[in-house]
């Protein structure tokens, strides 16, 4: 598989990592993007929190890498880095609430990173 192909798997998997709060709370994650973005340029201070900012970041990073066309390392890693922060915390979220939905839509971004970062270091 190349890096290109990773890539954008990493993207769309990330897009698909399933948040659920409360009793009846729940949205993928492109939903919750959606809304920082719109609410982005109505109520910024509204949307400026850590957890918020460094995934978005991130998938700006990655998207940016598959745009290139020898997608940069420090680049790619960043960006996944970034991601991590937030699939990893839901991932333990999930792991800890035993909410399988959760832990099984963050997995396929987990495992692509992994891989890709592995791919990554046996290319140079």
Same mark, same amino acid.
């Given at each position: 598989m190349? !890096? %290109?192909? %990773?890539i954008?798997?990493?993207?769309?998997s990330?897009?698909?990592?399933? =948040?659920?709060?409360?009793?009846e709370s729940?949205?993928?994650?492109f939903?919750?993007?959606?809304?920082i973005?719109? %609410?982005?340029?109505?109520?910024?201070?509204?949307?400026?929190?850590?957890?918020?900012?460094?995934?978005?970041?991130?998938?700006? =990073?990655?998207?940016?890498?598959? =745009?290139?066309k020898?997608?940069?390392?420090?680049?790619? %890693?960043?960006?996944?880095?970034?991601?991590?922060?937030? !699939?990893?915390?839901?991932?333990?979220?999930?792991?800890?609430?035993?909410?399988?939905?959760?832990?099984?839509?963050?997995?396929?971004?987990?495992?692509?990173?992994f891989?890709?970062l592995?791919? =990554?270091?046996?290319?140079?």
């Open positions: 190349t !890096i %290109k192909i %990773k954008l798997l990493l993207i769309v990330s897009l698909f990592v399933y =948040l659920s709060w409360g009793i729940a949205a993928f994650l939903q919750m993007e959606f809304e973005i719109s %609410k982005l340029f109505t109520k910024p201070t509204s949307v400026l929190h850590p957890f918020t900012v460094i995934p978005l970041f991130g998938q700006l =990073l990655v998207l940016i890498a598959l =745009l290139q020898s997608p940069s390392n420090l680049l790619l %890693k960043t960006g996944i880095s970034c991601l991590l922060v937030l !699939i990893g915390f839901v991932f333990i979220v999930g792991l800890l609430s035993l909410r399988f939905p959760i832990i099984l839509s963050t997995l396929p971004f987990i495992i692509l990173a891989i890709t592995k791919s =990554l270091r046996t290319i140079k």
